[in-house]
């Protein structure tokens, strides 16, 4: 037996996330106060986004013969700082539900860090199965925190919650299982399970190779809601608490997108990731037409936007920076999308009818301004210049590879995605009827939901205007 060396600078950023959640309990036992436990939890957020940067492309660990399991590099510290600041932003969005009481707060911000802390694992992966266990860390403990709620103020959510929480579950246990097959099948053909040696398998292996990475690739292509495995994203969405659904919409996706831009990277699955993105983005769209409730049409949208992901990830390596540029610009626009939809509704309620927003931007100027900012960016088109660089981005890798095809897809459906978009920024500008019943009522926004939405605000608009920045550290 040989002894193997553990760089822990290397491994800073996961000691720091995991401690956040241990400093999370302690807080809430010691201190017993829901204040000190948030601010505690907010403290270690940070801390893993500051160790993770700080860290950069340290040198790798847990190193053996046929590669490394943790590999440090700058899209690695990039998408883990990412992570740290999305569970920041639904940790600040939460804070008015969990002032309520609609979660004991000890519970909740320590499931959050666990999250977090399995978003950190699938940045730094090295290895498939190093990367299994960090998306399965990473949702696990969201499905307890979609059906985690004692109470939500008018309405009936208990039931809901809890069948959103088991449908979450039972469709992940069964993907997970899809995905694990595919690995031991890739593995039982070439011997790999490091990313640095996959690839083709000899000739005698091929089709087996071939079985095990099909399946591969369909069992993550549940954590971005793909086409077939999407049906359980609305209803979940719908059940959960509204920061959690925002939580499920974009760092549990980030995480399934890194996982498959690892895999697509290696390995040929051009054909089937192809199959899914002109599925997803086709199947989203007409959906998201015909939405009522605004976490819904939300959801859908969600979906059709993993099917742009997904049609840049049919290109294999080359088209993973732009898959990945992609995915932090929606993460960003999805989640300032989530935090006007828990701004204008009051503290623990769901997210409503599509109509409960009708006029909302007359009596909050501002949140009205963050909403269109952020379907514009969704749809894109200006002013949301993040959301358009993204979608030029991802039409131009398809085309400079000759995907023009694929590329025409990805435009029709934007075209078709406008209707349900432009919809709902015109409506919160709307006019409401004198004697609507859902008319907006001007109540006070929560400290900690405007600092999150100001902050993810920020963001959007420096990375419109800098899109080059981002694409240079992925």
Not at 249 to 271: C, E, I, M, W
Not at 326 to 337: D, H, T
Request: hydrophobic fraction near 60%.
């Amino acid at each position: 037996m040989t002894s193997q060396a553990v760089d822990h600078i290397a491994l800073l950023p996961l000691y720091a996330a995991a401690g956040t959640a241990i400093l999370a309990l302690l807080a809430d036992l010691f201190a017993g106060k829901r204040a000190v436990t948030i601010a505690a939890t907010l403290l270690g957020t940070l801390a893993t986004a500051v160790t993770a940067l700080a860290a950069g492309a340290w040198d790798p660990t847990f190193c053996g013969p046929g590669g490394c399991s943790w590999v440090p590099t700058w899209p690695a510290a990039v998408t883990a700082a990412l992570f740290a600041g999305v569970t920041a932003a639904v940790l600040a969005l939460s804070a008015p539900a969990l002032r309520l009481g609609t979660a004991p707060a000890g519970e909740f911000c320590f499931l959050l860090a666990c999250s977090m802390t399995g978003g950190v694992t699938v940045a730094y992966a090295g290895d498939l199965l190093t990367l299994i266990v960090g998306l399965e860390t990473l949702t696990l403990p969201l499905y307890i925190l979609v059906g985690l709620r004692r109470f939500a103020p008018g309405e009936r959510a208990t039931t809901t919650a809890a069948s959103a929480s088991v449908t979450f579950f039972l469709i992940s246990v069964i993907s997970t299982a899809i995905a694990l097959l595919g690995v031991a099948l890739n593995y039982a053909a070439t011997g790999a399970v490091h990313l640095g040696m996959l690839g083709p398998a000899p000739a005698p292996f091929a089709a087996l190779a071939g079985v095990g990475a099909a399946l591969l690739v369909i069992g993550l292509a549940f954590k971005v809601a793909a086409v077939p495995l999407h049906a359980w994203a609305p209803a979940t969405y719908d059940g959960a608490p509204v920061p959690i659904a925002a939580y499920l919409s974009t760092a549990s996706k980030l995480g399934g997108v890194l996982a498959l831009a690892a895999v697509v990277a290696r390995l040929d699955t051009s054909v089937i990731v192809a199959v899914l993105a002109v599925l997803t983005m086709t199947v989203g769209n007409l959906v998201a037409l015909r939405q009522t409730r605004m976490v819904r049409l939300l959801a859908w949208s969600s979906v059709a936007q993993a099917g742009y992901i997904l049609a840049a990830l049919a290109l294999g390596g080359s088209g993973v920076p732009a898959a990945l540029a992609y995915a932090v610009f929606f993460v960003v626009l999805e989640l300032i999308a989530f935090g006007v939809v828990v701004a204008l509704r009051p503290a623990g309620a769901d997210g409503g009818a599509i109509d409960d927003y009708r006029g909302a931007a007359r009596r909050h100027p501002w949140l009205g301004a963050a909403f269109v900012l952020a379907l514009a960016g969704l749809a894109g088109l200006p002013p949301g210049l993040a959301g358009l660089f993204a979608k030029v981005s991802v039409v131009e890798a398809l085309v400079a590879e000759s995907w023009t095809w694929l590329a025409v897809v990805v435009v029709v459906n934007a075209v078709i995605a406008l209707a349900y978009y432009v919809r709902v920024g015109a409506l919160v500008y709307t006019d409401p009827a004198v004697d609507d019943e859902r008319r907006p009522v001007s109540r006070p926004v929560s400290r900690p939901v405007t600092a999150a939405l100001l902050a993810t605000t920020i963001v959007a608009v420096v990375l419109g205007f800098a899109p080059q920045v981002l694409l240079d550290a992925l």
